[in-house]
């Protein structure tokens, strides 16, 4: 008995209900979120607005009250789970730096691209040190579209983590 090889068309339709049962990555099938900390709430506005314009989903969140203690940032994380952290290093930048790096040794906290914002990009830098984790740091005034890209391109190294980032730390 002669075996019947399938068609072009056959074979295409297979190969597509193939496709169609396999589930793509966790962090490809939804949008990602990016957070944004600030002390000033025009900011935060104006930064979501951007950003949920370029395609991501935006949370909030207000400087004074994860330092008064009334946002859980660890919680907040673990909730919205977002990819890029935009946060405003407010001074004194040691102690603004040191309470951010004791938070961020939290398991909820791991593997997340942090974007800082300062008004003094370079005393900034200094606080920081070399912490390889922090992305990117801008400073003030602060050029939106400059944090929007450097949030796509974190978007795109978390998506092809064997992408190379093409912008290195500065202070704008």
């Not at 949008?31 to 000033?40: D, E, G, H, P, Y």
């Not at 370029?54 to 969140?61: I, M």
């Amino acid at each position: 008995m002669a075996k019947h090889k399938p068609t072009a068309k056959q074979k295409d339709v297979a190969t597509q209900k193939t496709v169609a049962k396999q589930k793509p990555a966790p962090h490809l099938h939804r949008k990602m979120v990016v957070a944004i900390f600030n002390s000033n709430d025009d900011l935060v506005e104006m930064l979501r607005l951007l950003i949920e314009h370029a395609g991501f989903v935006t949370v909030t969140g207000h400087i004074d009250d994860i330092r008064r203690g009334d946002l859980d940032l660890v919680n907040f994380m673990r909730q919205h789970d977002p990819f890029v952290v935009i946060y405003d290093l407010v001074p004194p930048y040691d102690r603004a730096w040191s309470f951010l790096a004791t938070i961020r040794e939290s398991k909820a906290m791991q593997g997340r691209f942090f974007i800082l914002t300062s008004v003094n990009a370079a005393r900034a830098r200094e606080a920081v040190g070399r912490d390889a984790t922090v992305y990117e740091i801008l400073g003030k005034p602060l050029d939106l579209d400059a944090i929007v890209r450097a949030v796509k391109e974190a978007s795109r190294v978390r998506n092809d983590p064997r992408a190379e980032r093409s912008a290195t730390r500065r202070a704008s």
